[in-house]
Each structure stands twice: as structure tokens, then as C-alpha cells.
């Protein structure tokens, strides 16, 4: 071989040498944030960009919806909880308005995640921050049964893969509005409740909204505030 073919090879085996050093290195750090998110940890965790089009239409949506209450035990993914809690309050503007209407965009309404059966999601109570799309570790296990008792035993909560429970923070909007504001939350709570439903659909996801539970009980499973008032939970999981 030439002194001439060798110079020539040697740029080639080193650009060979970094793309692999590269690629040991990008799979060795995806194996470590694989490994840090099957443990449940009390940090906030970064959810994946929820999508922002799809080939299911609203109208499709609207027709396909149902309420469906037993699930196929195959696990949800990270993806999938993102999308649905941006469908809940995700924000959709540079000033920070959301998804979902808000009377006086005061936004008085909290998104908690009880994750039972999620890739890369330990089970726990999570709650949703929609301005960094994060979700807060508050509680680790699997509280699906406790959940499943304080909503007299509706086996839709214990059965779903995941489920997202809404709650409020009234003064948010009384402040503004003194008692009417109640009605407001009320009214927005439904809105962003049928977001997650449609948004389940369009992910062919089963979803029912649940609303006869015990307030209390349900308070101390996800460990809320006082000052928070449960207003829906929704089981989510694949369709049979
Ligand atoms: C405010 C509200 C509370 C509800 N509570 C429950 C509930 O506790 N358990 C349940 O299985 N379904 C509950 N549902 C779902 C209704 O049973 C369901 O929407 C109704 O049967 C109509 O069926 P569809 O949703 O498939 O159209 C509730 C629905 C609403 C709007």
C-alpha cells in the first residue's frame, strides 16, 4: 500500500473512532436515565413533548368517545400521560393561556397522575406543572387500590393503567369573582375533563370519568393541600 492510500485512510478510521465513542457514550446515558426512572425518586420529571396534531378529527373523536371502564393490563407509556395532561392544562400560548377556557384565566384547577402501570414512570402520585410540562413526585407504590376504595370501590380505578385526578384551588377564582366563581371552576373543571376524554380517544385509549368518591379519602391518597378540592378522576388504560 502507498504512503499516499495510508494518509488517506487514517482521517476515515478516526471520524470511525469518534462516531463510535459517540454512540457507546449516547447509549451508556440513555441506560442510566432508563435506570433513574424505574425507581421512583420525589424530583421533577421532564414529560416527553406532547404531539400537536393527529390524524383523528375532532368530530371522530366526538363520535368514537365512550365511556369505558375495564382496560387490557398492558402498560401506558410516558408519552401517552404527557399528552393527556397537555389535552388537561397544557399551555398553548406565550402568555400562558391553556387548553382549557379559564374564567379570568386564573387557572384554579391541579392535575395529579396515579401511575400503576406506565413504561418509565414508577408507580406513585405525581403532579402535573404545566409551565415546565413536568410532573412532581409526591408519594411512591402503587396507590390504585386505596384510590379504587375511596371511589366506593369503582374497580375502574384499580384497573386502569393510570389515572388522572382533578382537583381546585376555589380562591384562585373567588378572589376575583367571590361565590359565582364556584360555578366558573365547575364549568372549567368539565371543560378540561372532556379534553383528557377526547385526547384518550385520539390515543385509543379507554377513559370514564368517575365522580362518586369520598373527598377525604381521596384528599389523603394523593397527600393534597387543604386548600384542594378533588372534582374528578379518571381512569385511563388500553381498550380490550
Ligand atoms: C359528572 C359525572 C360523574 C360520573 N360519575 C361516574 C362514576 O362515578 N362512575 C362511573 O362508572 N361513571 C360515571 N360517569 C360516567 C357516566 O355514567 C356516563 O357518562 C354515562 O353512562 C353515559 O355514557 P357515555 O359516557 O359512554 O356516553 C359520570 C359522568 C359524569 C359526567
Partial sequence: MSDLTKSKKYPFLL??????????LALSLAK??????????????R?????????????????????????????LILAEISQLLWAAQGITSQRGL????????????????VAGNVNDLPDGVYKYGPHKHELTGLAGGDK????CKAALGQTSVKDAAA?????????????????????YVHMESGHAAQNVLLQAVSLN???????AFHDDAVKKVLKMPEREQPLYIMPLGRMK
Avoid at 391553556?98 to 397522575?113: C, F, I, K, N, Q
Avoid at 385509549?205 to 365522580?211: E, F, K, T
Fill in 15 to 24: 471520524v470511525m473512532l469518534i462516531l463510535c465513542i459517540m454512540t457507546e
Fill in 32 to 45: 442510566g436515565m432508563t435506570q433513574a426512572m424505574s425507581e421512583y425518586s420525589s424530583e421533577m420529571i
Fill in 47 to 75: 414529560l416527553p413533548e406532547p404531539v400537536q396534531d393527529s390524524d383523528t378529527s375532532i368530530e371522530e373523536a366526538m363520535r368514537k368517545r365512550r365511556s369505558t371502564r375495564s382496560y387490557k393490563e398492558r402498560p
Fill in 98 to 113: 391553556r387548553t382549557a377556557p379559564s374564567a379570568g384565566a386564573l387557572y384554579p384547577l391541579e392535575m395529579y397522575v
Fill in 144 to 147: 390504585r387500590n386505596e384510590l
Fill in 163 to 183: 389515572v388522572i385526578v382533578m382537583s381546585a384551588v376555589y380562591e384562585r377564582t373567588t378572589v376575583k369573582y367571590g361565590d359565582r366563581g364556584i360555578q
Fill in 205 to 211: 385509549l379507554g377513559a370514564v370519568i368517575i365522580g
